[in-house]
């Protein structure tokens, strides 16, 4: 009498990793945002604490600079009394900060915080309108372009701020 041979189940093996699924899962649509996204959160941080360290007038801004217009024309409209000169940039950043200092105090970390936060939601919206009105990639390269923009701002503050 011949044995018989035991079929196994193939239902019943385990499956052994294959070393293809990490590039299906790279090439995952959620997971070049996710990385995209991230990517723009780490420069931010990365200009922040670069901007903290190196801009002396970081926390108090001196008269003559942008930052000093626009924390005083705030400061004035959560006083009551609207700038008596006419506005010479964006006019609702005026309001923006004013909103911040209202939530947060007359604390100049609060409303750039804030603006990392929308710089990178606006990384996230490029990327949605471009793939709505053209396809994913085009999205993508858009998002990443939004997210490096804070690279070039970085060198381009650095360079300024070692000017004599």
């Not at 019943?12 to 899962?25: A, E, I």
């Not at 005026?94 to 915080?113: E, W």
């Amino acid at each position: 009498m011949a044995k018989k041979k035991k079929k196994v189940k193939k239902g019943n093996q385990t499956k052994s990793p294959k070393k293809w699924d990490f590039l299906k899962l790279v090439k995952n649509e959620y997971v070049i945002v996710g990385g995209i996204l991230l990517l723009a959160i780490i420069l931010r941080v990365v200009y922040f604490f670069q901007l903290k360290n190196n801009d002396p007038y970081f926390f108090v801004p001196h008269e003559g600079d942008d930052t000093y217009m626009y924390v005083n024309a705030a400061k004035e409209i959560l006083d009551g009394t609207f700038p008596k000169a006419p506005f010479g940039y964006n006019p609702l950043y005026y309001y923006f900060l004013a909103l911040c200092y209202l939530i947060s105090g007359y604390n100049l970390i609060f409303p750039r915080v804030v603006q990392f936060i929308l710089g990178v939601v606006t990384c996230l919206l490029t990327y949605l309108i471009g793939k709505q009105l053209f396809n994913k990639t085009v999205g993508m390269i858009g998002a990443l372009l939004c997210a490096l923009w804070y690279v070039r701002q970085s060198v381009c503050r650095t360079r300024w701020m070692e000017e004599p």
